[in-house]
């Protein structure tokens, strides 16, 4: 599966709000964002307020949520058409989808500084759940399902940062982790309202639904 590789910053610029897309570099003064505070080429610079149209609003929402799951488009089109054909709200249904992808999950409960580095962790293969090496960032975490960062891991870089940062970034509800022996527990399935993302679901449905 491809991937963006551009600059992580230039999204964030294009988006006009932080996406927070390189874990601790965005809270601190290194931030592209926080020194260029202005969209991205020729003419970025440029702040007249020009009132964007329905479908401008739309895709931009859409964007901002490909960007902040590290989405290409066919992939995050097939989460929005296997929601669809789900019983129940469709906007919180593909936000479930999208929060139990094994390398958010990594994220969340604090494993990875963001959702690259949970990537690379899970592709690596420091990653079991379940006992069992699982190396599809994209694989679909259940409750119940125990995620473990493994023995041999321990030590690398990531993992031993995330370890000492244990409790600085909130867990939320659906997840249960254990940072002395680096392992998470998928105890529900995540609300839409926990993931606090930034773009507007119900935008990204419409854009979908035209």
């Known amino acids: 599966?491809?991937?963006y590789r551009g600059a992580a910053c230039r999204?964030?610029?294009?988006e006009g709000t932080k996406l927070f897309l390189?874990?601790?570099r965005c809270t601190s003064p290194k931030c592209a964002f926080e020194r260029k505070a202005y969209k991205p080429g020729q003419g970025g610079d440029d702040r007249r307020s020009r009132r964007p149209s329905d479908y401008a609003q739309q895709l931009r929402e859409k964007q901002k949520m490909k960007s902040v799951y590290g989405l290409?488009?066919?992939q995050f089109r097939r989460y929005v058409r296997r929601a669809e054909r789900k019983e129940g709200v469709t906007s919180e249904l593909l936000v479930q989808a999208l929060e139990t992808r094994l390398d958010n999950a990594v994220f969340r409960a604090g494993l990875a500084s963001s959702r690259a580095q949970a990537r690379q962790l899970v592709s690596h293969r420091h990653i079991t759940v379940n006992e069992q090496i699982v190396t599809v960032a994209s694989y679909a975490v259940?409750?119940?399902d125990v995620i473990k960062v493994r023995e041999k891991s321990k030590e690398i870089a990531p993992v031993a940062q995330a370890a000492a940062n244990a409790g600085a970034v909130p867990v939320p509800a659906w997840l249960q982790v254990d940072y002395g022996n680096l392992t998470a527990t998928v105890v529900a399935l995540p609300q839409a309202a926990e993931a606090?993302?930034?773009a507007d679901e119900q935008q990204v449905i419409e854009f979908y639904s035209r």
């Not at 999204?11 to 294009?14: A, S």
């Open 196 to 198: 606090g993302t930034v």
């Open 142 to 144: 259940r409750p119940g």
């Open 22 to 24: 390189k874990g601790a």
């Open 1 to 3: 599966m491809g991937r």
């Open 11 to 14: 999204l964030c610029r294009r």
């Open 72 to 74: 290409l488009e066919k």
